[in-house]
């Protein structure tokens, strides 16, 4: 039959399902490293041819021939045997030995005399082997053939004198169709009598033989005699019909008959020899004997490991007793020496089960981890029973293939970031860094910025992650005033399918820097009101004057701050506490002191470098309001008074425009009433400190402690009553939602409530 051809459906014999052939990886096994000859359509489930099948190269002579090989289906593990029987077909024509048998034949020979002649041999058996001789008609012989024993029957004497030689075709023909025949030609020499042809001594001669028998090693020793006598008694041997394998393996001794080892003989290859032996005398005469040589069976092959299947690599979530290869074992000896034991080395999570035949299930025993052992080299050695024992190993690697199970792991529980303030956009404050001992995807850390709020913003708008890094950036400038430290949370996510991750915690401090001057909290700043103190004439050295108040939004070292007059109207009267900033007397008052004392104070903190602010201070040194001169010669500044004039020019031209009506305005309201001038001639509150909403004094800080503040009050209409010290406010703290200053409002109020007293 031809590659491809159907030999059957293999798969419907035994109720396969077809859609699982492939994922059971179907297969027809053949033991050893034989031809398997056939194998399975997955498709189809057919068996179908897969080489040249030659009949009597497998099975020679036998009737019979089988063939035995297994179908093998995997998960699980499935073994069917099935055996193909191999029908001869007439491929073969009936040959005999030579060309030209030639016979010797005394012309005394009797009528009915009998001369036997060796038979065809077909290589096709049963109908198609050799079924029937016809000889070609002539004169003295006629064939006479009974089973394998052909003879020439003489039918007429012979006359030498008349014929010496005598040509005779000889045909055999088998029984196939068509049908084959072969010839051979006998020829006939006549000569004087030979009455008697060789007789064996056994028609049947039995050996045995171990196999790796050396050469030279005697198997046998057939004899034959003759009863005549001479030439026509001398026997010789030789080989009947026998193949060329056969003739390699073993040779004949002409003379004396023995049959020795001439090849390596192998019990695996040939169990067993049928030889034909022919024993022919001096002048022609043959007769035929057999020879049966039965090899028996030496523990020489060691057995042999075959992977069958094999999972690799091998997932390491794998449940413990998962199959994942079938080894299949091979010793090509007989009985004993073909038992096998396997086993595999104890230091592996795996083990050999045994399954069916010589297959063995190579399964797990224990829970895999790729992180801990990738690959594994497992040896599987074989040993048979024979004596002695012989024994093979063959070593299988495995590799573990990786599963994301491991998430990846920082490699500290949080992580602290340092950065002063004021920091450039972009900088790098730290970077985190986490492993996955996972494998390639699975173990590719990538970083994210968990959602979440710094100060009600999104924390994304203050730090960013480097995904591939782990490195963490600034996005924004830091200012320490508003905040001081902040936390984030990092994540670190692998490329797993599903992924896993881990998060950390990133904390933020932030540094101060000095970047923030002080701030004078009193006096106030220069133009934005008029504010004095007014010293007793009578104060003696060391009586507290006033206080400059002052506060520093940064913190630490940057918010200490030291006090110091930097320019004074009279140098050597007055002294600041250079923490406290309390300006007191150095000396008593005397009446050469100017009355009018400007002091310029500067209240510089402690950073590096350092920043500062400055205010004017302005003193009267008086006891009475009738000793102090128009406070509008008291001037801040040249600046101030420059401000004052343009705004007094741009209120003047505006005003021209509704000067007339003006006039007529106040004409009629001067009537009713008297205004004041600079100082209304009323109360004036001469306010004693500015303090910005929401700032307070804490006793111990060294800005705002001991205020001393004073309230001063003039009666209505008089310029020379006395002036008289109304409140002192003493308290440890200041509130932070009082204040010292009157705004212009204020004094109207007052002026507005003095001048009904007055009408009153």
Known sequence: MKRGSIIGNIAKDLNLDLSKLSARNARVDAAGNRKRYCDISLGTGDLIVADRIDREGLCGEKLSCVIKRDLVL???????????????????????????????????????????????????????????????????????????TIELVLDKELDREKQQEINLLLTALDGGSPQRSGTVVIHVTVLDANDNAPVFSQAVYKASLPENSPVDTVVVTVSAT????????????DFGHVSEDVKKVFSIDRKNGKIKVNGAIDFETVAAYDLRIKAKDGLGLSSYTKVTIDVTDVNDNIPVIYIKSLANPIPENVSPGTEVGIINVQDADSENNQQVRCSIQQNVPFKLVPSIKNYYSLVTTG????????????????????????????????????????????????????????????????????RDPDWRQN???????????????????????????????????????????????????????????????????????????????????????????????AAHGGSLVSKVIAVDADSGQNAWLSYQIVKSTDPGLFTIGVHSGEIRTQRDISESDSMKQNLIVSVKD???????????????????????????????????????????????????????????????????????????????AIPSAYLPPNYADVDGTGTLRSAYNYDAYLTTGSRTSDFKFVTSYNDNTLPADQTLRKSPSDFAEVFGELEASSEV
Do not use: W
């Open 226 to 237: 003759d009863v005549d006598e001479g030439i026509n008694g001398d026997v010789t041997y």
């Open 606 to 684: 402690n950073g590096q470098p350092s920043l500062s602010a400055t205010c004017s201070m302005y003193l009267l040194i008086s006891d009475n309001l009738a000793e102090v001169p128009e406070l509008k010669d008291i001037s801040y500044d040249e600046k101030n008074s420059k401000l004052t004039s343009y705004l007094i020019i741009a209120l003047v031209s505006v005003s021209t425009f509704f000067l007339t009506f003006i006039i007529i305005i106040l004409g009629v309201r001067f009537c009713r009433r008297r205004k004041p001038r600079l100082l209304f001639d009323g109360a004036v």
């Open 74 to 148: 995997e998960n699980p593990l499935e073994l069917h045997p099935f055996s193909l029987h191999i029908q001869d077909i007439n491929d073969n024509a009936p040959q005999f030995k030579d060309e030209l048998i030639s016979i010797e034949i005394r012309e005394s020979a009797n009528r009915g005399a009998r001369f036997v002649i060796e038979e065809a041999h077909d290589a096709d058996v049963g109908q198609n082997s050799v079924q029937q001789y016809s000889l070609k008609k002539n004169d003295n012989f006629i064939l006479a053939a009974d089973g394998n």
């Open 367 to 434: 829970q895999l981890d790729r992180e801990l052992v990738s690959d594994y080299n497992i040896t599987i050695t074989a040993t048979d029973e024979g004596s002695p024992p012989l024994s093979s190993s063959k070593t299988v690697q495995l590799s573990v293939a990786d599963i994301n199970d491991n998430p990846p792991v920082f490699e500290e529980q949080s992580y602290s970031a340092y950065v002063t303030e004021n920091n450039k956009p972009g900088s790098t404050l730290c970077s985190v860094t986490a």
């Open 443 to 537: 173990g590719t850390v990538i970083y994210s910025l968990l959602a979440g709020e710094v100060n009600g913003a999104p924390a994304s708008s203050y730090l960013s992650v480097n995904g591939d890094t782990g490195v963490i950036h600034a996005v924004r400038s830091f200012d320490y005033e508003q905040f001081r430290s902040f936390k984030v949370h990092v994540m670190a996510r692998d490329n797993g399918s599903p992924p896993l991750s881990s998060n950390v915690t990133v904390s933020v401090f932030i540094s101060d820097v000095n970047d923030n001057s002080p701030q004078i909290l009193y006096p106030a700043p220069e133009g934005n009101s008029f504010m004095t103190e007014l010293v007793p004439k």
